[in-house]
């Protein structure tokens, strides 16, 4: 029997890899929801072809899945060894500061650029910054709901649930921790048809009783949970590592499946008025949000565990990326859609089959100018979720942990209420 403490479990180093490949994967994504078609999101360019769905839909089932998955697996790594009044002070300063300084002054540009497109704001972008901040007068009445009135969270959601997940996994910690469950994990874990069933029954129970936003939130806890769960088994890795040739068949079956069902089905809108068609395509959906993310890690545990400069390099960047990059591929297509002049050399970037290309070059481009210029100063360092810049942990000052959660106080509290 392999030991499933997380003690036992040598780093790993696929992990970091992950963090960076599902921050481009969401990068990437979420410039592809500015311009795809019939898809909401805070401002729109769309592409006169539905291609582009079909390319999104090989990350959509599970991009968030990958995110939460290896949170889960972080936090139980770092939960080893502290307390628990401990862990929930760090925990909660690390992802509520970021998150708070995401909501002030980053996520604003996003409501700007919706307002503009829609009609319902008449100010440049100064004097809505004016408004916003200072007198809303009625320009928000239609954009009051949020964390705060008009200040929302947008992207930054998954920072909110994060914090709240936590918390509850750090209330079950003691449970979550006994020998009894370990036991069950691991034997779970030992056997990749267990393993499937334990994922997918919650996922389909979601998918089948819930709604909304439910969906989004109950899915994003129970990942969460699997990852605290088996991330630091190393039965876990070693299933998914030998069964990774079935893995990834099993998952390109299901991308496959889930293109044609796309094109046949849901295009068509076939399954609206067919009971037997509409099951069909929730089963191919649900195999899409699980084969693939399992054939992943599997193949970052089997190719990519060990150490690399470059990852190594880029893994502080990553939680200041995913606060920053929303904000960014808005801004980059409000003002190559509306700012440039009509007759320009370049008002062709307007026509968004050049445009999407073009913020695939930009964004990351200022988000990389944007990461190294809050990296100079400790005090932005600490804001985008980065260490000091002598890479020593700021939570570790009880004076830096005492100010940060004062500071994000009254957003804990609008959080809990």
């Avoid at 909501?103 to 100064?126: S, Y």
């Avoid at 859609?337 to 964004?363: D, G, H, R």
Wanted: proline share 5%.
């Amino acid at each position: 029997m392999v030991e499933s403490h997380s003690a036992s479990m040598p780093r790993l180093h696929c992990l970091d890899w992950l963090r960076v490949f599902a921050i481009g994967v969401l990068v990437v994504y979420h410039i592809g929801m500015v311009y795809v078609p019939d898809w909401g999101y805070h401002f729109k360019n769309p592409l006169n072809s539905d291609l582009i769905q079909s390319f999104m839909l090989l990350t959509s089932p599970w991009r968030m899945g990958l995110l939460w998955l290896i949170s889960g697996m972080a936090f139980v790594h770092m939960c080893h060894g502290k307390s628990l009044f401990g862990l929930a002070l760090k925990r909660s300063n690390q992802i509520l500061l970021p998150l708070l300084i995401g909501v002030l002054f980053v996520v604003p540009f996003q409501l700007f650029a919706q307002m503009k497109q829609a009609g319902d704001m008449p100010l440049d972008f100064i004097d809505f910054a004016y408004a916003f901040y200072i007198r809303p007068q009625d320009y928000f009445v239609q954009y009051s709901s949020g964390i705060w009135p008009r200040f929302d969270v947008n992207h930054l959601w998954f920072l909110r649930s994060l914090w709240r997940y936590s918390m509850v996994i750090l209330i079950l910690s003691p449970f979550l921790k006994s020998a009894f469950v370990k036991k069950v994990c691991s034997l779970i874990a030992s056997n990749i048809v267990y393993l499937v069933l334990v994922i997918a029954i919650p996922i389909a129970v979601i998918e089948t009783f819930l709604e909304g936003e439910d969906v989004r939130e109950s899915y994003g806890l129970t990942m969460l949970l699997i990852g605290y769960c088996f991330g630091m088994q190393a039965a876990f890795w070693q299933s998914l590592s030998r069964h990774l040739v079935s893995m990834c068949i099993l998952s390109l079956v299901a991308i496959l499946g889930l293109q044609i069902g796309f094109v046949l089905i849901w295009q068509n809108e076939l399954h609206q008025a067919n009971q037997a068609l509409a099951l069909i395509i929730e089963t191919i959906y649900l195999a899409n949000k699980i084969l693939p993310l399992l054939a992943i890690l599997g193949l970052s545990y089997r190719f990519l565990n060990h150490p690399n400069t470059l990852i190594r390099a880029l893994n502080p960047y990553v939680f200041g990326l995913y606060v920053l990059h929303q904000s960014v591929i808005i801004f980059v297509a409000y003002v190559a859609t509306t700012c440039l002049p009509t007759k320009s050399p370049v008002s062709f970037i307007q026509a968004a089959e050049y445009q999407i290309w073009i913020n695939m070059l930009v964004t990351p481009l200022i988000c990389a100018a944007l990461l190294l210029a809050i990296a100079r100063f400790n005090i932005l360092r600490i804001c985008f979720g980065m260490r000091w810049k002598n890479k020593a942990d700021p939570y570790q000052s009880g004076l830096t942990n005492t100010i940060v959660f004062l500071v994000c106080l009254p957003l804990m509290i609008a959080l809990v209420i």
